[in-house]
């Protein structure tokens, strides 16, 4: 009889453990597959994040090229004195977070000022934030009209932390050619001669690389 006690109390034993081992399999399951979903949408959100087509860039004499991608959120007269050396217009791109992150050059020419400026990671939605946040200046000497000087700073944000340039002083640059990333999205300002003529408006979502912004008369 006391050997019949043991052997039931074994198979209870085993009945338990394997009943326990069931619900601790079917989590383990269900967590790994949770993990795996949660993997395969992170690559699919990384993919996506760092897309980068092949601008179609329009010909044509003297147009100024959107060199980021986003919204049109200011058109003003500004001062720029490191590279434009004055008064001059200002279009400034706000690029979010699913927007694509890589910048083009708006024209031809030569990159004839190159600064980094550290600073903090405001939120950029204000067009203002280059006077806070860490950014960088490129200032091209345009071939068309020649020696015309075009500015395009890139500036980081509150998510953005990395401004990431793929071109430096002196460097050649072709419109539509790449010439950086801005790592989440942030802002992009471009400072045109006040001779240039203005072709966006307020509130226009411009595609790097393609829409045109303005034109030299």
């Given at each position: 009889m006391k050997m019949i006690g043991l052997s039931g109390m074994a198979v209870l034993v085993l009945l338990i453990v394997a009943?326990?081992?069931k619900i601790i399999g079917?989590?383990?399951?269900?967590?790994?597959?949770?993990?795996?979903?949660?993997?395969?949408?992170?690559?699919?959100?990384?993919?996506y994040f760092f897309r980068d087509p092949d601008a179609r860039t329009p010909e044509g004499p003297k147009l100024v090229i959107a060199p980021g991608h986003g919204k049109v959120d200011t058109i003003d007269a500004t001062t720029e004195n490191e590279f434009m050396g004055g008064e001059c217009q200002r279009i400034?791109?706000?690029?979010?977070?699913?927007?694509?992150h890589v910048q083009n050059a708006p024209v031809t020419g030569r990159?004839?000022?190159?600064?980094?400026?550290?600073g903090q990671y405001l939120?950029?939605?204000?067009?203002?934030?280059?006077?806070?946040?860490e950014n960088v200046l490129?200032?091209?000497e345009a071939v068309d009209p020649r020696e015309t000087k075009v500015g395009v700073r890139l500036i980081a944000g509150l998510i953005a932390r990395r401004i990431v340039p793929f071109i430096a002083q002196n460097d050649g640059v072709r419109r539509g050619e790449r010439?950086?990333?801005?790592?989440?999205?942030?802002?992009?300002?471009?400072?045109?001669?006040?001779?240039?003529?203005i072709k966006v408006n307020l509130g226009d979502r411009v595609v790097g690389g393609e829409s045109v912004l303005a034109a030299f008369e």
């Open positions: 009943f326990l081992g079917t989590f383990v399951l269900g967590l790994a597959g949770g993990l795996l979903t949660l993997w395969g949408l992170f690559t699919i959100f990384t993919f400034s791109i706000f690029l979010s977070v699913i927007d694509i990159v004839a000022f190159f600064k980094h400026s550290p939120n950029a939605m204000n067009a203002d934030s280059a006077k806070f946040n490129i200032g091209i010439i950086s990333l801005i790592q989440f999205g942030s802002r992009v300002d471009v400072y045109l001669p006040k001779s240039a003529r």
